[in-house]
Every structure is written in structure tokens, then in C-alpha cells.
């Protein structure tokens, strides 16, 4: 079967948004293509026997929503459209139209995990599939693992206990038991729901709690984070850790961090579902974290040196470094349900159920 051909994929897309119907030839691509790279098609429910019924919902989506996602993300700094109503196509219609079937499953709200590293797209993902879930009749509601951060005044507590903790963002630095609480409660239907809010821009840039957005209603609950889902290792797999792993004291960070990792599992008991945004290579969000500051810096506004980044990103390397924890959890059909690998260039490229990849 003939793999996707991109360039006519977009001229195809490009049609649709001239307002011009498609010819039957190029409908018929259209299914050929969806069923073509089978891992992808299993991730997304798509068979031969239902591949023209859900093309043709995902094209009654597209329809409604193109301007708008094109809008959204142009202002987010993503200057090709032709690659935003690719993705748009092939990523985000599939998967929230596989995200509503989930939900149609449960008697009660989908508490899907989103888990992804910086610069993998979690924040775009989430925006978007709210989109599009809005238009299919689903309340969605997004919350980020930062949310739960500990306060200001606990984490410089924190702090003062373990030096160590230069930033926040590792195992440790949230409350937990909070996350457990609001995402019981979504689960249990309660309303209104008081959903944490955290200002990453008050106490001078260390943040803190701000005020709960209350909500009434949740169909699905998008929970992402850098490591959102990941599970502690064995304590002995630090012995040969990669680098920046490497000293004694390094080691033993990292062995102090997993055990903090424990306090997390059984709030991510509590998610139904686990999709994971793996970058084709981790070290790409050391560069991706460079981008960003250098296009700060462009703008104006104030950002890090790249000596600075290689810093920050090394320290959170120490505390759960993916070759560790993300690397054997896409591999494990028992704890992640989907992976979306992420290219360098941000986009995305196979998507899959662990054991499925061909």
C-alpha cells in the first residue's frame, strides 16, 4: 500500500480550504494513505470496514475549525500553514476523535495523561484538542503537573531542608495530595471543582499558587507534564547512569529523586490513559530550550545564555534523565497507550502503540 505523500496530502488539504470539493480520485487517497502505515492506523481506530465513516467526520471537523487552528497557531509563533493543516489533519482530528471514543467507553469524565518534555508540543496539543473536543460536545479541561506545585513559602522551606532542589519542577516539589483530591473529584463528577492554578511570573519569577479556577463540568480532563505517568526505577540501574550522571553525589541525587518518585504513582493511578510526545532524540530538548530563549532574546525580553540552559536543562537531566525513564516506558503497553514521536523540527512523525511500531 503506498505510503503518505506529503505534498499532495497538502494540496489536497489546500482544496478543502478554498472552499473546492474534492474529486473522487483524490478521496480515495485519502483512505489509501489513513490505512497505510498500520501501527498508525491501530493507534487511531482506523479499519478498513470504518475508514471512510471517520474520514469523512474528520473532514466535517476540519471544515469547522481550519481558520481558527491556522489563527491559534500562527500566534504561537508557527509560521508554516501548510505544515499546521498537516498536523491539524493527521494528529490532532484523529486523536481527539479517539480521545471521544475513550470517553464514550467511561460512565465518567477521561482523565487522559499527557506526558512530554520541553518543546515536544504538550501546551499546543492541549489547546488544540480542546478545539476540537469543544466542536464534538465535549467539556474539556486542561490541567499542567505545574499546577501543583507546592507554594512559595514550602518550597523555600524545602529548599532550606535539601540545597539541592535548585529549582522546582523535580519529584518533591509538588503536592501530591492536592493532585489526588481534584482529580478524585473529577472522577466522582463533583461540582463546582476548584482546579489549582500556579503564576510561574510572581516572587520574582519563582512562583506561585494563584487563584483556582472554579469548573462546573469536565467530559475529559487533559493532565500533562514532563513527567507525568513516569514510574521509579531500580535503584541499581543509577550505578551506570549516562551523563551528566556521573559523580557520586550526582548518583545519589538521582537515587533520592526516584525514591520522591514513589509519592507520584498513586496519582498517576488515577489517569485512564497515557499518551506519551517522545522526542526521536532527548538531547533535542536542550536545543528546542535554546531556540526558545535565543527568539526571547531576539524579541527583547529577557532570557539565558546558552551556559545558563545547559545548566538548567542538566540538572533536571540528573533528576529523571530519559534515557532511564522515558526511554523503557514507551516500550510498555502497561503503562503508556500511545507515543507520538516528535521530530527536530517539532513536528511530528510515527505514532503508535507500544509493541506496535513497524
Known amino acids: 500500500m503506498p505510503e503518505l505523500d506529503r505534498e499532495s496530502l497538502r494540496e489536497i488539504l489546500e482544496i478543502w480550504v478554498s472552499g473546492n470539493?474534492?474529486?473522487?480520485?483524490?478521496?480515495?487517497?485519502?483512505?489509501?494513505?489513513?490505512?497505510?502505515?498500520?501501527?498508525?492506523?491501530?493507534?487511531?481506530?482506523?479499519?478498513?470496514?470504518?475508514?471512510?465513516?471517520?474520514?469523512?467526520?474528520?473532514?466535517?471537523?476540519?471544515?469547522?475549525?481550519?481558520?481558527?487552528?491556522i489563527e491559534y497557531c500562527q500566534k504561537k509563533g508557527f509560521s508554516s500553514r501548510a505544515l499546521?493543516?498537516?498536523?491539524?489533519?493527521?494528529?490532532?482530528?484523529?486523536?481527539?476523535?479517539?480521545?471521544?471514543?475513550?470517553?464514550?467507553?467511561?460512565?465518567?469524565?477521561?482523565?487522559?495523561?499527557?506526558?512530554?518534555?520541553?518543546?515536544?508540543?504538550?501546551?499546543?496539543?492541549?489547546a488544540i484538542l480542546r478545539l476540537i473536543l469543544k466542536l464534538m460536545g465535549y467539556e474539556t479541561l486542561s490541567i499542567s503537573i505545574d499546577d501543583l506545585y507546592k507554594t512559595y513559602a514550602e518550597r523555600q522551606e524545602l529548599q532550606k531542608q535539601d540545597p539541592r532542589l535548585i529549582w522546582r519542577g523535580p519529584p518533591g516539589t509538588h503536592d501530591v495530595k492536592l493532585g489526588i483530591e481534584v482529580l478524585n473529584q473529577?472522577?466522582?463528577?463533583q461540582t463546582p471543582v476548584e482546579i489549582p492554578r500556579f503564576d510561574k511570573s510572581m516572587k520574582q519569577g519563582a512562583g506561585d499558587r494563584t487563584t483556582p479556577e472554579i469548573?462546573?463540568?469536565?467530559?475529559?480532563?487533559?493532565?500533562?507534564?514532563?513527567?507525568?505517568?513516569?514510574?521509579?526505577i531500580d535503584r541499581t540501574t543509577f550505578d551506570s547512569a549516562p551523563a551528566p550522571i556521573v559523580t557520586l553525589n550526582e548518583r545519589t541525587f538521582a537515587r533520592d529523586i526516584n525514591f520522591k518518585l514513589q509519592e507520584y504513582v498513586p496519582l498517576w493511578e488515577l489517569l485512564d490513559r497515557l499518551i506519551t510526545l517522545y522526542p526521536v532524540d532527548y538531547r533535542l530538548s536542550l536545543e528546542w530550550r535554546k531556540q526558545a530563549e535565543q527568539e526571547m532574546i531576539a524579541a527583547g525580553?529577557?532570557?539565558?545564555?546558552?551556559?545558563?540552559?545547559?545548566?538548567?536543562?542538566?540538572?533536571?537531566?540528573?533528576?529523571?534523565?530519559?534515557?532511564?525513564?522515558?526511554?523503557?516506558?514507551?516500550?510498555?503497553?502497561?503503562?503508556?497507550?500511545?507515543?507520538?514521536?516528535?521530530?527536530?523540527?517539532?513536528?511530528?512523525?510515527?505514532?503508535?502503540?507500544?509493541?506496535?511500531?513497524?
Open 21 to 69: 470539493s474534492l474529486s473522487a480520485s483524490s478521496w480515495e487517497k485519502l483512505q489509501v494513505w489513513a490505512l497505510a502505515d498500520e501501527s498508525r492506523a491501530k493507534a487511531f481506530g482506523i479499519t478498513s470496514e470504518n475508514v471512510a465513516q471517520l474520514l469523512d467526520f474528520r473532514s466535517h471537523l476540519f471544515h469547522q475549525l481550519h481558520s481558527q487552528v
Open 186 to 189: 473529577l472522577r466522582q463528577q
Open 84 to 126: 499546521i493543516l498537516e498536523t491539524l489533519w493527521e494528529l490532532w482530528l484523529p486523536l481527539a476523535i479517539q480521545l471521544a471514543t475513550w470517553r464514550r467507553d467511561l460512565p465518567r469524565p477521561l482523565i487522559q495523561g499527557i506526558l512530554g518534555g520541553q518543546g515536544t508540543g504538550k501546551t499546543t496539543l492541549a
Open 301 to 358: 525580553k529577557n532570557g539565558m545564555t546558552d551556559e545558563e540552559i545547559e545548566q538548567f536543562v542538566a540538572y533536571f537531566w540528573r533528576s529523571l534523565h530519559p534515557e532511564l525513564f522515558i526511554k523503557p516506558l514507551v516500550k510498555n503497553p502497561n503503562l503508556v497507550d500511545l507515543v507520538i514521536e516528535i521530530n527536530p523540527d517539532h513536528s511530528h512523525g510515527k505514532v503508535y502503540q507500544p509493541g506496535e511500531r513497524r
Open 215 to 232: 469548573v462546573q463540568k469536565a467530559d475529559i480532563v487533559l493532565f500533562e507534564g514532563w513527567f507525568v505517568g513516569v514510574r521509579p
